[in-house]
């Protein structure tokens, strides 16, 4: 063995493998420090941004259990007009609603002669026979009519026989106002372009009666 040889002892070699290895610890030591403190500071973003995305769909689910209500409630109305022999036909409801969309295209406003009511009247069927029952809020008009299904006669004491119809005007972001039926189970199918209730919950979401929002709490 050489003299070199004996004087190189196991601390020796031990204290070069650290000495060779300190370079790389402190690259890893730097690593982890630098990833902890990202950690910290996303954590509380991801943790905001998680509580936001529940907050949403849990305010979805909500709205739409409350639109969902809507079938039922119309499917429930017992109110009669106070003068149904009023009520018109559906071609002449027809010719309301297309007054009413050129109103609203030439000046903004719904004709003179529409009935404005209130949230829980509209739900509720106590509407006027004979026009078109309104509800406006800013760019969305809810109408409502009655229409009467037979033809008048002098010579028949029948009352009669009425269906509920529902509609909306909506004004799109060109500017323009659309008419769109609302398709209620309950309610009678128009000839115009419909939508259910569940692809316009946005829409519908200032309009819905105390017991929709009170039964979708519940459920």
């Known amino acids: 063995m050489s003299q070199w040889q004996e004087l190189v002892t196991d601390g020796h070699v031990r204290a070069a ?11 890893a030591a730097a ?3 630098t990833l902890g403190a ?5 954590a509380p973003q991801a943790e905001r941004s998680d509580r936001v ?5 849990e305010y979805v689910r909500t709205l739409s259990a409350a639109v969902a209500q809507l079938d039922p409630l119309i499917a429930s109305i017992q109110i009669e007009p106070e003068n149904p022999a009023a009520a018109v036909s559906r071609t ?14 030439a000046a903004g406003r719904l004709p003179a002669e529409a009935a404005r009511i209130k949230i829980e009247d509209y739900w509720a069927g ?11 809020k800013n760019n969305t008009v809810l109408v409502a009519s009655y229409v009467r299904l037979d033809t008048p006669s002098a010579d028949s004491d029948r009352p009669p026989q009425l269906a509920r119809t529902y509609g ?14 609302l398709d209620f189970a309950a309610a009678l199918r128009c000839d115009q372009t419909s939508v259910r ?8 979401r200032d309009f819905l009666p105390s017991s929709a929002t009170t039964g979708s709490n519940r459920s």
Request: proline content about 3%; overall charge positive; hydrophobic content about 45%.
């Open 17 to 27: 493998r650290w000495r060779n290895a300190t370079p790389f610890l402190l690259v």
């Open 31 to 33: 690593a982890t420090i």
């Open 38 to 42: 990202l950690a910290l500071i996303f």
């Open 53 to 57: 995305a529940n907050a949403k769909r």
């Open 92 to 105: 002449e409801v027809q010719g309301q609603v297309t007054e009413a969309l050129e109103r609203l295209n």
């Open 126 to 136: 106590r509407w006027e026979a004979g026009t078109l029952n309104a509800l406006r």
């Open 168 to 181: 909306l005007f909506r004004k799109s972001a060109a500017g323009t106002w659309d008419y769109y039926c």
């Open 197 to 204: 209730p569940h692809e316009v919950i946005g829409t519908l």
